[in-house]
Structure formats: C-alpha cells, structure tokens
C-alpha cells in the first residue's frame, strides 16, 4: 500500500526523564517510523537531546505558555510543513492547553493537521470547556472549507486525547462517554468530516480494571486512508499487546502503563 505520510498520535503521561522509562517510550515511536509525531504530555526540556539523537531526519516544534504538559510536533524534514500554535483552544486561560495546527504542502494539496489534547473531567467545567473546544475544531474546518480551492474541501484532520469521558452532573441525567461521542460524530457530519475506525477501542487504563475510549481521529470524508489495523484505519498500540495475553507476564503490561504510558498510541496512515 503506497502513503501520501504517515502519522503517530501518542500522549505519553507526564513524558520527562524521572521515573520513565525513556528508552521505551523512543523505540515505540520509532518501530513505527512515521512522518508526522504528535506526542501529548511532553515535560522538561530534557526531551530534547533525546527526540533529536533518535530522530535526526525530523524538526520539531513545542507548544508553550505556563500550563506544564506540552504538546510536541515531529515532521520529517522531507515534508514541506508549517506548524503554529492555536491559542483559542486554551480559551484565553494560559494554563490551558492550546492546540497545534501543522499543515503539508504537497503537489497542489493542502492536509491540515489539528493535534489536541482536550480539557478532562467528568464534571460540569471540565465538559463544557472541552464541548467549546471541539466546536472550536469544527469551526476551524468550515473556515478551511472557505480557503479551499475550487470545489474541493479542505483536506482536515483532527487527532489526540480528546479526553471524551462524558458529564457526571448530580441533578440531572449524566451525559455517558458513548453519547459524548453520537454528539461529536453528528457535528462532524455537519462538516464533512467522520471518525475514523480503530483496531481497539480502549485507548486509556490505569492498569486496573478502568479503561477508556479518549483517544480518536476523525478526518475529512474525501480523505482516503490506508488499512493498517484489521479492517480498520488507525492501529492502536502500546498497552494493549501486553493485556489479556496468555504468553506475556502481567509485570509488562503494568511497566508499560506505569513507565511508558496509560495510554495506547494511534497510527494511521493518509492514502497515496
């Protein structure tokens, strides 16, 4: 199967040198290969002999301001990519996170990448900062739409921990993860867009018995994308290879959730 490039979403928790296993947390992303790196969490300037010993083939780019977990954008230096940092997603509250918007130049084709990391929180704020940052997402795309050329749509994708947990209000009827989710998948329609389909839906653990759905990637409709997982187009990987498996000890399960990340990454790949 021929790629346009491939991509690798990933928050790593908390991804510093202290207490991590940082050898782990580079050989996952680089058995992978990808083109574009979009790592969640990033703290300390440590990380950066690190990402540019393994990757010397990449340029990166850091989000900033004074929250402490960082988003950090990996391109290969044979994209022609242009990364800013989308500050309405911190909703003018510095220590929120922004979001970053990486877009690729190739022939006459532009692909817009949108990397977040979403507020989280099953209560009344957390919700409704994160239901504003999506609609956020989703106005960006229709001013894209605006600056597509001719008839075609913008090429858009939006990717990351969007942290859809759903509300847990005491008054009222809480709103469950899985109708957080119909409610995002209709809003996405409106704008031509779709979630694209996963190998595993369980993206978080806290290596219990807890899991979540929070990681996703939705993408514009015309967008083709290769297979990667069984018969579907993001694989998820990380934890889950050590869950549930006969032939591999419970220890390397629990030392990747704890020393390398709660969290699976997502790797798709954008059709040629």
């Given at each position: 199967m021929s790629k346009?490039?491939?991509?690798?979403s990933w928050n790593v928790k908390h991804f510093k040198l202290k207490n991590k296993d940082v050898k782990g947390i580079l050989d996952h992303i680089e058995k992978f290969n990808p083109d574009v790196m979009a790592i969640y969490e990033v703290t300390g300037k440590h990380v950066y002999s690190h990402m540019m010993e393994r990757f010397p083939n990449h340029s990166f780019f850091i989000t900033e301001g004074k929250q402490s977990q960082e988003i950090l954008v990996g391109t290969r230096n044979k994209l022609q990519?242009?990364?800013t940092q989308r500050t309405e997603f911190n909703r003018k509250n510095t220590y929120l996170r922004p979001g970053t918007l990486t877009t690729f130049k190739i022939g006459d084709e532009n692909y817009s990448l949108l990397f977040?990391?979403?507020?989280?929180h099953t209560i009344p704020v957390g919700f409704g900062i994160r239901d504003d940052q999506f609609k956020n997402a989703?106005?960006?795309k229709k001013k894209l739409d605006k600056?597509?050329?001719g008839n075609n749509k913008a090429k858009f994708i939006i990717t990351?921990?969007?942290n859809t947990m759903g509300l847990d209000y005491p008054f009222k009827k809480d709103i469950d993860a899985e109708t957080e989710l119909k409610k995002m998948a209709r809003n996405a329609k409106n704008r031509e867009m779709k979630f694209l389909k996963k190998d595993f839906d369980h993206t978080w653990t806290n290596g219990k018995k807890m899991f979540g759905n929070l990681d996703h990637v939705l993408a514009s409709d015309h967008i083709l994308f290769n297979k990667v997982g069984i018969n579907a187009e993001v694989k998820v990987s990380g934890w889950r290879e050590y869950h549930d498996s006969e032939n591999i000890s419970k220890e390397r399960f629990m030392h990747f959730v704890k020393k390398i990340s709660d969290h699976?990454?997502?790797y798709f790949e954008i059709k040629k």
């Open positions: 346009l490039f491939s991509v690798l990519a242009f990364t977040l990391h979403t507020k989280s989703f106005d960006l600056t597509a050329k990351g921990d969007l699976n990454s997502l």
